[in-house]
């Protein structure tokens, strides 16, 4: 009889631990899943909400750059872990949310032809806004947990000058067919961005590879000090 109980007690500690182990082994999987450019997916943005959003960066340094259905106007950088296929049927993206062409994490920047006339719309599609001169103003610049990183942040003050969130200045330089922006002089010396929408830019490394930081455009004043 002894025996008899000791053989069950083991069998259902041994069960236990095989539960334990997978459920500690689900959300690993889960978080390895891949999502590509375009893919509709789920993002996890306050509380237990989830929004409905676009991949337009498939799996950049610390996540998934994305456009969410309740915020159609901005590109919000999520961790991979709060990112997730789609639960249910999807209606799909407004209407009215502006077009993003996608682009990949690795991608080289697209050749981009000469600026149209003025007055034309074309440079605003496929990538062609690059051949527009960046907005004079500041470019604030958030993480891939959509937290705002102040020291990382630049205002352009003219087409060849910037400012620092500290009130430093130097020169840059903009290239229209590459859409990368280079710091020449000053604090961010040597730094590089690249043009990913009209009013925004991601941070790229020392090697040129695109980081999980965004920058978008805003009204902000680029004379004043800590914007």
Known sequence: MRLTLRVVRNRALGALVSLMFVAAAGPVCADEARFAAGTRVEGHSYGASWDRCTVIVDRPTGGYLLRCDGQPGRDVVFSASDVRALQGADPGPPRNAPAHPPIRANAAPPAVAAAPPAGTTAAAEDGAFK????????????????????????????GSRYSTYDGGRGRYTYASQSGIL????????GLRRLRVSERSFRILDERGKLTANVCPWTPKDPRKKHW
């Open 182 to 189: 280079t710091f020449a002089s000053g604090p961010f010396v």
């Open 131 to 158: 051949a527009i001169r960046p907005r004079v103003g500041v470019y604030a610049c958030y993480d891939q947990v959509a937290n705002e990183v102040a020291t990382l942040q630049w205002g352009l003050l003219d």
